[in-house]
């Protein structure tokens, strides 16, 4: 028996650290892997991964993490929610396709669709916010394709690599994600 939320292409289960600890370890510390994320451009410990993903399986209202597997069973990467205001029904979410060779083949796009269904229809929430460094078309067309629309930029307000980025914020609400995705009601 299958655990986790199903889509289409991918699961998200719950992060085990026999199972996607190491994977985790090792995209964190790939500057091709990291260098779209806000994290990622100070070299990661084993030790303070172990931390963060020790912290990451426990239960806390405020953050939800999944690591996105094929429907086979196979790690590609990781998906959560973040900030989680249930007074406000809001949160901020992320993802991450670890592997290059598992991007652009919808898997992204998936886990972004059944991460959303899961924040609206499980926990409640009404609005979903997330970003994208300017440039990383990739992410902009993951996150449109899901629903997510901009809703401004902060101009280079963010160092990676040599240069200030520009940041783009977007954002879903729960009635455009069922008005595109009515069959996930």
């Known amino acids: 028996m299958a655990i986790g939320w199903q889509g289409e292409k ?24 990291s260098q779209w994320l806000a994290a990622g451009d100070l070299p990661m410990a084993r030790l303070a991964e172990r931390e963060w993903f020790e912290a990451a399986q426990k239960t ?5 993490h999944f690591a996105i597997e094929t429907l086979d069973g196979r790690h590609i990467g990781n998906s959560g929610l973040f900030k989680i205001s249930h007074v406000h029904g809001t949160a901020e979410s992320g993802t991450l396709i ?13 886990s972004v669709r059944v991460r959303a269904h899961y924040a ?5 929430l009404r609005m979903l916010f997330s970003g ?3 440039g990383n078309e990739a992410s902009a067309r993951m996150q449109e394709k899901a629903g997510y629309v901009v809703v401004g930029t902060r101009p280079k307000s963010f160092w990676k690599r040599g240069e200030y980025r520009d940041m783009v914020q977007t954002m879903l609400t729960r009635e455009r994600f069922y008005e595109l995705n009515p069959g996930m009601k």
């Open 10 to 33: 991918v699961r998200l289960v719950p992060l085990d650290f026999e199972r996607h600890f190491e994977n985790c370890y090792q995209w964190i510390n790939d500057p091709e892997v």
């Open 98 to 110: 670890g592997d290059p060779a598992d991007r652009r083949k919808g898997y992204g796009t998936d």
């Open 60 to 64: 806390d209202p405020a953050q939800v």
């Open 132 to 134: 994208h460094f300017g």
């Open 120 to 124: 609206f229809s499980v926990l409640g």
